[in-house]
């Protein structure tokens, strides 16, 4: 009698409980929902019931065509790609040369050099805009997308998560390869890099999403609309479709903008998790 | 979220003996292996550095080929009324946006711990925003904040709220921008309490629950005490968010209205792109680096304590 009427009591707090956090998913969607059916709404449907989130409508692919035309989709998404990559490039390089000096080999001065890097964890290129566009200025590199990407290149992060990583694989590997009379180089492409995968992938995941949302600084050194990234572009292009009131344009601009990240996210799942997890719980 | 990674393995440090069985130094390879980094370090984080410390200290008057040094774009700076004003803004945006996101993260992770499927799509659909630019997020919450059709006035309309001119009033628009941010960040902190909450071992809510500790002693006195090193790290995640993220500012309000919605990155970004004003620039970025130096320095000391305390 007494267990029952408490499991009853607890099936009712599970209820609740279970209630609630439908309730506050369902909050937290509704401007994503929004979004998604926004765009697709007729532009003639009426301003006023435009926050509406009921499909009552025969969908069009208006607001796609009009976004579409209105900015150079085809360009940005490659601005971006570039960006993303050739960020992701250059740092796959060093993260892995620094990760392993600092991960394996005793040379004079290290605890200073590892303080150094340590430095930019915290100093993060965001503050440096003002003295940075100076450089990128003097550098001759202004409007280039190199521009973007140079700050980015040297990844302090990314060295000591690569660090980590290599501290975790036993060394018996590399001294089998050693005495098999592999050079370092050899033992760093063809032993670590592969076993260290998991590392690399995580690291991968976390630098392109942060460079693909990133927009102050593209913002600072890109002036020419060919060389802009798909956010300044989404910014420019939603100034013009607000003035405009074209909410259902800026809602597909918007969904076009985000979509590779949240179809990535939504078929990789686990591995975005794991990778956002693995570069800070470490 | 770097920040973690990094000094735990500070303050964990510990010499492989292996390193010493290998024997030899490898001064030369070392360097070369970390030249790359260190050369980029070198352009883009130190130089910079140096650089805006010495063009804060230089005063350039207009008009005359001489160059002075000193304090005046110090003193030209704690002088102006709105760089004390996007200071106090950032303050109340951290405050604002930094507890009620933990607290959020918290909550849901307590209750989206168990991977369930139901749980699961739960944990997907609050984490979406994560991943969404801010700028994106901006974009689509210029409807969301639209005064009278916008979405929130929209569906508080309907309950029976008045209008709100959510972006327009300089009393309200400083707590729309913490609004998004919150939507924004909350599940992103959820994520690392999930993980936190998953490595506390069950037998010791079992143990408390033997000692008959009811729901809310088991999370007062085990699950909060286990997610310190956690807690800290989410805190200092949150706390350079706060200050290097002001995307939605440049779209959604551009500082105002008259200043309300100033943060100090945004004020530095309108000093130099707007007013061309680098002495003021400089100036303040010298200022937001010493207040990260401290605040990194307190951070480090607070994870240190967590980590021992974990150990």
Redesign the interface.
């Known amino acids: 009698m007494a267990t029952a009427a408490l499991s009853s009591r607890f099936d009712g707090l599970r209820f609740a409980?279970?209630a609630?956090?439908?309730l506050?998913?369902l909050a937290?969607?509704?401007?994503?929902l929004?979004?998604a059916i926004?765009s697709f709404r007729p532009q003639s449907f009426g301003?006023?019931d435009?926050?509406?989130l009921a499909p009552n409508f025969r969908p069009t692919l208006a607001n796609y065509v009009e976004a579409l035309d209105s900015a150079d989709f085809a360009g940005l998404y490659l601005n971006t790609a570039i960006v993303c990559l050739g960020i992701l490039a250059v740092q796959l390089?060093?993260?892995t040369?620094?990760g392993?000096?600092?991960a394996?080999?005793?040379?004079?001065g290290?605890t200073l050099?590892?303080?150094?890097?340590?430095?930019?964890?915290?100093?993060?290129?965001?503050?440096?805009?003002?003295?940075?566009?100076?450089?990128i200025t003097r550098l001759g590199l202004y409007d280039h997308l190199v521009a973007v990407m140079?700050?980015y290149?040297?990844?302090?992060?990314g060295?000591?998560?690569m660090?980590?990583t290599f501290?975790t694989i036993p060394?018996d590997f590399e001294e089998a390869a050693a005495v098999e009379g592999a050079a370092?180089w050899q033992v760093v492409i063809h032993v670590l890099a592969p076993l260290a995968r998991p590392g690399l992938v995580a690291f991968s995941i976390?630098s392109v999403?942060a460079h693909?949302?990133?927009?102050?600084w593209p913002?600072?050194v890109i002036s020419s609309t060919e060389n802009q990234t798909?956010?300044i572009g989404?910014?420019s292009f939603?100034r013009g479709a607000?003035s405009a009131s074209q909410?259902g344009v800026?809602?597909a601009?918007?969904f076009l903008?985000?979509a590779p990240?949240?179809t990535a996210?939504?078929l990789f799942?686990r591995q975005?998790?794991n990778s956002?997890?693995f570069?800070?719980?470490? | 979220m770097a920040i973690a990674t990094a000094s735990d393995d500070v303050f964990v440090e510990e010499e492989r003996p292996t390193a010493r069985v290998l024997g030899r130094r490898h001064d030369r390879l070392a360097l070369a292996l970390i030249a790359p980094s260190l050369l980029f370090l070198v352009v883009f984080t130190y130089w910079p550095i140096a650089q805006v410390v010495l063009q804060a200290l230089t005063i350039e008057t207009f008009g005359s080929k001489t160059v002075e040094h000193g304090f005046g774009n110090f003193a030209r700076l704690f002088a102006d009324a709105s760089f004390g004003r996007a200071v106090t803004n950032n303050l109340i945006y951290a405050a604002g946006t930094i507890v009620p996101s933990i607290g959020l993260a918290l909550a849901l992770a307590v209750g989206l711990r168990e991977s369930t499927r139901f749980n699961a799509l739960l944990r997907t659909v609050v984490f979406f925003p994560v991943l969404l630019p801010l700028v994106a997020a901006a974009s689509l919450f210029l409807f969301v904040f639209l005064p009278g059709i916008g979405l929130l006035d929209h569906h508080l309309g309907r309950l029976g709220f008045h209008q709100t001119n959510w972006l327009g009033d300089p009393d309200v628009a400083l707590w729309s921008l913490i609004g998004l941010t919150v939507w924004k960040n909350a599940a992103y902190y959820m994520l690392f309490f999930i993980a936190g909450l998953q490595a506390i071992p069950d037998d010791l809510y079992e143990a408390a629950r033997l000692e008959g500790a009811s729901a809310t002693q088991r999370f007062a006195r085990v699950t909060l005490p286990l997610l310190g090193p956690t807690l800290a790290f989410v805190l200092v995640v949150a706390l350079v968010n706060v200050v290097t993220q002001v995307d939605h500012v440049v779209v959604l309000t551009k500082g105002g209205p008259s200043d309300s919605t100033n943060l100090v990155l945004y004020y530095i970004y309108q000093q130099a792109h707007e007013n061309y004003d680098t002495g003021k620039a400089a100036a303040a970025t010298v200022a937001s680096l010493t207040a990260l130096v401290a605040l990194s320095v307190l951070s480090l000391r607070t994870l240190e304590r967590a980590v021992h305390y974990e150990a």
Do not use: C, D, H
């Open positions: 409980g279970v609630i956090l439908s506050v998913a937290w969607s509704t401007p994503l929004w979004m926004a301003g006023l435009m926050a509406s390089v060093t993260i040369l620094a392993y000096a600092f394996r080999l005793e040379f004079r290290r050099f590892f303080y150094a890097f340590l430095l930019q964890l915290m100093l993060v290129p965001p503050i440096l805009i003002v003295p940075n566009l100076v450089t140079a700050p290149f040297a990844s302090a992060f060295v000591f998560l660090r980590q501290r060394r370092w976390v999403v693909w949302n990133e927009f102050l913002l600072m798909l956010t989404l910014a939603t607000e909410w800026i809602a601009g918007t903008v985000a990240l949240l996210f939504a799942q975005f998790v956002f997890l570069s800070g719980v470490k």
